[in-house]
């Protein structure tokens, strides 16, 4: 918060470690760092189960960014960095990674994490990020078959997103159920420019809509340019969602109705997590992924 200044914009931050682990029983621990251009997530797996992970804002630099979930994450867990056997960076920032040993695209790390949280059924995996989106099918390990994004406009991200929270004063956790309160579904913002979008979405305020109507043209614009994508990639019934936008249900419930089935529900596939009611974060497919890939590489590097 600057100023005083509430910052509706920020999706709240968060950490959690698993009670169940002993990492200093581990062969392989490894940690992915997903360097976002919103927000960054950091992972520790302990022989391929989850061990700790960290969700917070991205920073003006990711290195700081990198560092600073890697100690969210771990923070009272007795684990430093000379403990972690092997780093994957991933993500906007994966190059940026101070202590990463590899860079592993993030299209490579969501579809591998995708597998792994939502299960080996997955066939697209629709990454909504911050800067861009992608639609990505996948086989049954995880390995990318092929992908697609989106262009670089912010209208269609969660970026976008952070800007209509901000305009309307209304927390961006709130903001899909907010916008399916209404009545009525609006027909969609016609902009792709956020820009645009903005100035838009001004007009409709002063012509008298309430801002869950505005919010819902805005969701319902941001599904339809989705889909577009999707079925560009000629998207398969088992698909799962990652990144931010899949926590935002206005945009989730608006593309699902557009597609005309439900993406996979967002739970552990593992269903001792589910059954233990571990907390399932759409936000860390990429970390967990580039984890994995640290697990391989270390596997590979002890051979």
Known sequence: MADGKKEFWRWPESRWANPE??????KYITAGIDVGSVSTQGVIMVDGELCCYGNMRTGSNSPDSAI???NKATEGTGLALRDIHFTVGTGYGRVNVPFGNRAITEIACHAKGANWMYG???????????QDC????IDDKGKVVA?????????????????FADLLGVPIEDVGDMSLSVDEEPPPV?????IFAKSEAATLLRAGWPKEKVLAAYCSAMAHRVLSLLEKVNVEREFAITGGIAKNQGVVKRLT??????ACEAKWYNQSYADKGFPFDTQIAGAIGAALFGKALAEKGSR
Do not use: H, Y
Request: charged letters at 25%; a positive charge.
């Open 134 to 137: 992608k639609a990505i099918k």
């Open 21 to 26: 682990i002993d990492w200093k029983k581990g």
């Open 257 to 262: 109705q557009e597609l005309g089935f439900e």
């Open 147 to 163: 992908f697609l994004m989106n262009d670089k406009c912010a209208a269609g991200t969660g970026r976008g997103m952070e800007v």
């Open 190 to 194: 016609s902009s792709t420019c956020v």
């Open 120 to 130: 080996p059924a997955v066939r697209t995996v629709l990454d909504m990020g911050g």
């Open 68 to 70: 600073n979930v890697f």
